[in-house]
T-cell receptor, first 112, second 111 residues
Framework: NAGVTQTPKFQVLKTGQSMTLQCAQDMNHNSMYWYRQDPGMGLRLIYYSASEGTTDKGEVPNGYNVSRLNKREFSLRLESAAPSQTSVYFC???????????FGDGTRLSIL | QKEVEQNSGPLSVPEGAIASLNCTYSDRGSQSFFWYRQYSGKSPELIMSIYSNGDKEDGRFTAQLNKASQYVSLLIRDSQPSDSATYLCAADNTNAGKSTFGDGTTLTVKP
């Protein structure tokens, strides 16, 4: 049972580079989320997808884009990375709102 | 004002004591509430969910919800060193389709 799988687990980028963080879930969940977590902080919602075919901005969407590729996959793209985007990124999924979320192991991203 | 606020912490208790973690929320549309535990360097994992006023017990954990006061708490009885972690409170607004998380309270249980 893989649950929520995130790739890569670690990444170092230079300022201005672009990259895509991948997330896939095998639980047939409808809703998927991308969060960032800075040291000593809680989770801040970047974007979410309540169902296949929809995406919405969260609390901190600037500098990011997302794609809900299909029901299983939800990717997060940094078009031009900035040092302020250095963080740990978590993907999560749930069957529907009002149910708890299942988290991936996270991607630790450093931008120099 | 943050939508979900937790005790600033850190919280330190001796082994065997009761740890009390508190959370308040501002969105009256919130209907579901969750406590997640996050060990250092790991991802959050669900430990309790609560949906209606009152207490919900699961082993050494008790969640309490008071919607009138917009207050959620988590009690950990007979605290163990393995309970040392950051505890995240989350409030879920079904209509909005998303949860809002607090900043977490770090608990240390000293042997």
């Amino acid at each position: 049972n893989a649950g929520v799988t995130q790739t890569p687990k670690f990444q170092v980028l230079k300022t201005g580079q672009s990259m895509t963080l991948q997330c896939a879930q095998d639980m047939n969940h409808n809703s998927m989320y991308w969060y960032r977590q800075d040291p000593g902080m809680g989770l801040r919602l970047i974007y979410y997808s309540a169902s296949e075919g929809t995406t919405d901005k969260g609390e901190v969407p600037n500098g990011y884009n997302v794609s809900r590729l299909n029901k299983r996959e939800f990717s997060l793209r940094l078009e031009s990375a900035a040092p302020s985007q250095t963080s740990v990124y978590f993907c999560a999924s749930t069957s529907r709102a009002s149910q708890p979320q299942h988290f991936g192991d996270g991607t630790r991203l450093s931008i120099l | 004002q943050k939508e979900v606020e937790q005790n600033s912490g850190p919280l330190s208790v001796p082994e065997g004591a009761i740890a009390s973690l508190n959370c308040t929320y501002s969105d009256r549309g919130s209907q579901s509430f969750f406590w997640y535990r996050q060990y250092s360097g790991k991802s959050p994992e669900l430990i309790m969910s609560i949906y209606s006023n009152g207490d919900k017990e699961d082993g050494r954990f008790t969640a309490q919800l008071n919607k009138a006061s917009q207050y959620v708490s988590l009690l950990i009885r007979d605290s163990q060193p393995s309970d040392s972690a950051t505890y995240l409170c989350a409030a879920d607004n079904t209509n909005a389709g998303k949860s809002t998380f607090g900043d977490g309270t770090t608990l240390t249980v000293k042997p």
